[in-house]
């Protein structure tokens, strides 16, 4: 393509034939070396480009974007739901008839479910990582969802350990 220039070949390429010496190249090669770095950092831009157009939000490209940039190897990252179970309700608080499975004396009310797995959590999704990234990486790790998530959509990050 033309955008795969080899600056050390070009250099070589642009000088005459009879004053093609090795003083002479090396000395051509050092005038574009300055070209070369601009030109490897632009590449590099342009690969990180690519790369952010060809995954999106959606949970499996966004699940291996995560796990490119930040667990490469064992690959641990993993996105669920956000709404786990609905609430389960034996009354509504209009009926007025509460169920008591325990004393008052005992004072310890039994729960069927924590408000954190019923529906209304106000998430969207939950980031399930290992403990080091949250510790070392958590404001990467929120940015890097938040490139990609679609807007309005409301996540967490939790450990998963």
């Known amino acids: 393509m033309w955008f795969n220039i080899d600056w050390n ?4 390429d642009n000088l005459l034939t009879m004053i093609r010496k090795p003083l002479i190249s090396a000395f051509a090669q050092i005038l574009l070396k300055p070209v070369n770095s601009l030109y490897y950092k632009w590449y590099n831009w342009r690969q990180d480009n690519i790369y952010k157009l060809e995954h999106t939000g959606q949970v499996c490209s966004l699940e291996g974007s995560l796990n490119d940039k930040f667990d490469p ?3 641990r990252i993993y996105i669920t739901d956000g ?5 389960f309700y034996i009354y509504t608080e209009g009926e007025n008839k509460p169920q008591y499975l325990y004393t008052e004396g005992e004072n310890n009310p039994i729960y069927l479910r924590t408000e ?3 529906a209304d959590t106000g998430l969207d999704f939950i980031v399930y ?6 510790n070392t990486q958590i404001h990467e790790l929120r940015a890097h969802v938040n490139f990609y998530k679609a807007g ?5 990050i939790f450990n998963h350990e």
């Open 116 to 118: 954190s797995e019923t």
């Open 83 to 87: 709404q786990f179970f609905r609430p």
């Open 129 to 134: 990582v290992p403990e080091a990234l949250i």
């Open 9 to 12: 070949i070009l250099a070589l």
């Open 152 to 156: 309005g959509k409301r996540y967490e």
């Open 73 to 75: 190897l064992e690959r």
